[in-house]
């Protein structure tokens, strides 16, 4: 079965730097993946996804991904962060022949003025 | 506006006593699932449907029941809930096998006392 990791519980990142949150899957091919975002009191929002193709895919809110099939990260990176970004993030992979959609455990994001 | 309408918002209740929590989707969405979120774990999935009378287990399955009668409702329902299960729940949805991605309702937090 799929599983997702993603390394940084938390992480704290001043307004205007950059961004790079982490997402290690395991599966046996390539799967679809995706990012959410869950805003406090919200429920989960997509950002991006990943099916085929250009492995930089790019989402909402000026966020990207890039997908290295090498490494098996599917990593979600934003060149300046804004204060309202601060959120929490969650990596998910899902099956080609399935709708078995696994999430990793999320990354909060702080975000310092 | 399409949506994944999930109700109620917050409910507190007593051990034992049975719930039902709604979903419904407004996308004629086949696909469609139940997920807990607890603190440190990420979203579990708890059951999902691949369409009407079409239900399966997910990872977290124990206390919980489901029905698809129809194709836009999708019930959670806890039979006799227990203090183990206070958590926030979410219903999604989604037109192929994860591939377009969920669409998530705004979550349903419960408390069990």
């Known amino acids: 079965a799929q599983s997702v990791t993603q390394p940084d519980i938390h992480i704290t990142v001043s307004e205007g730097a950059s961004l790079e949150l982490r997402c290690n899957y395991s599966y046996g091919a390539t799967p679809y993946l995706f990012w959410y975002v869950q805003s406090p009191g919200q429920g989960l929002q997509l950002l991006l996804k990943y099916f085929s193709g250009d492995t930089l895919v790019q989402g909402i809110k000026g966020f990207e991904a890039e997908f290295k099939r090498s490494q098996s990260s599917f990593n979600l990176r934003k060149p300046s962060v804004h204060w309202s970004d601060a959120a929490e993030y969650f990596c998910?992979?899902?099956?080609?022949?399935?709708?078995?959609?696994?999430f990793g455990a999320g990354t909060r994001l702080t975000v310092k003025p | 506006e399409a949506q994944v309408t999930q109700n109620p918002r917050y409910l507190i209740t007593v051990t034992g006593k049975k719930l039902t929590v709604t979903c419904s989707q407004n996308?004629?969405?086949?696909?469609m699932s139940w997920y807990r979120q607890d603190p440190g774990l990420g979203l579990r999935q708890i059951y999902y449907s691949m369409n009407v009378e079409v239900t399966d287990k997910g990872d977290v399955p124990e206390g919980y029941k489901v029905s698809r009668k129809e194709k836009r409702n999708f019930p959670l329902i806890l039979e006799s809930p227990s203090p183990n299960q206070t958590s926030l729940y979410f219903c999604a949805s989604s037109s192929r096998q994860g591939a377009g991605g969920y669409t998530f309702g705004s979550g349903t937090r419960l408390t069990v006392v």
């Open positions: 996308m004629n969405h086949e696909y």
């Open positions: 998910a992979v899902a099956g080609r022949s399935d709708n078995d959609m696994r």
